[in-house]
């Protein structure tokens, strides 16, 4: 008999919703990870019998780690997915049957800074358009999944900030609640509070902290803060920013958006094209020498083309539509309305501590706060992408709601971002001026 996870508290973020609603996306992954107790419950529940010796386990876990997965069926989902949509374990044998990993989903356990915290996929379609109870309902289950995760501390220390003095718990508070602070709801056009993110971020690149410390750190963040929010609404007031007015209402005919130097957008849209890709890694590590060999050829080809960006756009996903990065430039920016869920997906980030340390592949903050203030723009990526998908030619709030999901696919799940190389990247996207261009260009 095993014995029942403890809880652990967790902090939640109190703006979000959340409620399964069935729609079985989840179930649809390319991997679902057992780990050996879920396999011992699902065998001692009697399921190898009950599945008529069909395979239920098969090997290679998410990444590369070692380990095993759930069997899919033909059409991609879920072994025990029934043609009634529901989860056969969950129905037969009780939901504590079911793989840790399915128990936690869309939930994702953060060891944060002073505590443990709740981030949660975006590409649930239920978190995405905020539909559900509030957190607090789930707060006892969230506290024994993070248990039986094993995640029952804080961060031993705080990420990084480049390659200066650490921070402490209290400087890294500050530095959260600065870009925080510009993302609630003020009455301010999203562009705009995004736009002081960007001045933020550019003040701090040049920031030497080594000598500025405790109070006056904090009290540095908030002079900062509000520093750059000044700006944002000055340009916003003085210069409506090209093709994008602040309102967020197309303005007809007008040039779109500020000069992005060639070698960033390069380096954008190689990040972009990363987000692109949901290649299945048991797939690939099976198909044979000669296939991968062809498939990174084909790949190498693809990324050379984002980082052109322009001309055909390679079908990166089976569902794409055959288009141009032209017509996708010209697709034009929605409405405020609509931008809500972007700015919850980021103010998410922040609040679970997501967005640098373990919990973003071990970028350090400035490295981590520059790839999550670049997530509006690959949002507005795949939100064109949509648009053309269907026909339209400005977005709506559907089509952002999708790039939404469509770019936390891959933003902080997928294992290519860990790479040396994709750190570096960002680092070179990390410079004054680089992300409030490119959010201006491609943001939504
Ligand atoms: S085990 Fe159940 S909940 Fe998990 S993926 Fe399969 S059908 Fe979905």
């Given at each position: ?197 960007c001045h933020l971020l550019d003040l701090l690149y040049d920031a030497r902290i080594d000598k500025i410390r405790d109070e006056r750190f904090v009290e540095l963040l908030e002079l900062l803060a509000n520093a750059a929010m000044e700006q944002a609404k000055e340009s916003a007031g003085t210069d409506t920013g090209g093709a994008r007015k602040i309102d967020g209402a197309p303005e007809p005919g007008a040039v779109r958006g500020q000069p992005l130097p060639a070698r ?181």
């Amino acid at each position: 008999m095993e014995r029942m996870a403890a809880s652990v508290p967790i902090h939640l973020p109190v703006f979000q919703r959340f409620d399964c609603h069935s729609c079985t996306y989840c179930c649809r992954q390319p991997i679902v990870p057992v780990n050996e107790q879920d396999r011992r419950r699902i065998v001692a529940a009697g399921w190898p019998d009950r599945m008529a010796g069909q395979e239920i386990f098969v090997p290679g876990g998410a990444g590369r780690r070692q380990g095993y997965r759930l069997a899919r069926r033909e059409d991609g989902a879920c072994i025990f997915l029934g043609d009634d949509n529901r989860c056969r374990l969950h129905a037969e044998t009780g939901a504590e049957t079911k793989p840790l990993a399915c128990r936690l989903f869309p939930f994702v356990i953060v060891p944060g800074v002073g505590g443990v915290r709740l981030d949660l996929r975006m590409d649930c379609p239920s978190v995405a358009a905020n539909k559900g109870r509030t957190l607090s309902v789930h707060a006892g289950l969230a506290g024994k999944l993070a248990a039986e995760s094993g995640i029952t501390r804080s961060l031993p220390g705080v990420p990084a900030w480049g390659a200066q003095r650490p921070i402490t718990e209290r400087e890294f508070a500050a530095l959260v609640c600065a870009f925080e602070s510009v993302l609630r709801p003020t009455g301010l056009p999203l562009r705009v509070r995004l736009a002081a993110g960007c001045h933020l971020l550019d003040l701090l690149y040049d920031a030497r902290i080594d000598k500025i410390r405790d109070e006056r750190f904090v009290e540095l963040l908030e002079l900062l803060a509000n520093a750059a929010m000044e700006q944002a609404k000055e340009s916003a007031g003085t210069d409506t920013g090209g093709a994008r007015k602040i309102d967020g209402a197309p303005e007809p005919g007008a040039v779109r958006g500020q000069p992005l130097p060639a070698r960033s957008g390069h380096l954008f849209r190689q990040w972009l094209f990363l987000h692109a890709i949901l290649d299945d890694p048991e797939a690939v590590r099976s198909s044979g020498r000669l296939n991968r060999l062809a498939g990174h050829w084909r790949r190498y080809g693809q990324a050379r083309r984002f980082a052109a960006g322009t001309g055909v756009v390679p079908r990166i996903r089976p569902h794409w539509p055959d288009t141009t990065f032209e017509a996708i430039d010209a697709v034009e920016p929605a409405g405020e309305e609509a931008l809500e869920p972007v700015a919850r997906a980021l103010r998410l980030k922040l609040d679970a501590h997501a967005f640098a340390g373990p919990a973003y592949y071990g970028y350090d903050l400035l490295t981590g706060l520059t790839a999550l203030w670049l997530l509006p723009a690959v949002i507005g990526w795949f939100a064109r992408l949509a648009a053309i998908e269907r026909g339209g030619h400005a977005l709506s709030p559907d089509d952002v709601l999708t790039g939404v999901r469509q770019a936390h696919e891959t933003f902080s799940v997928s294992p290519v971002f860990a790479r040396v190389s994709e750190r570096w990247r960002v680092r070179g996207l990390a410079r004054p001026g680089v992300p409030a261009a490119i959010l201006q260009r491609y943001g939504p």
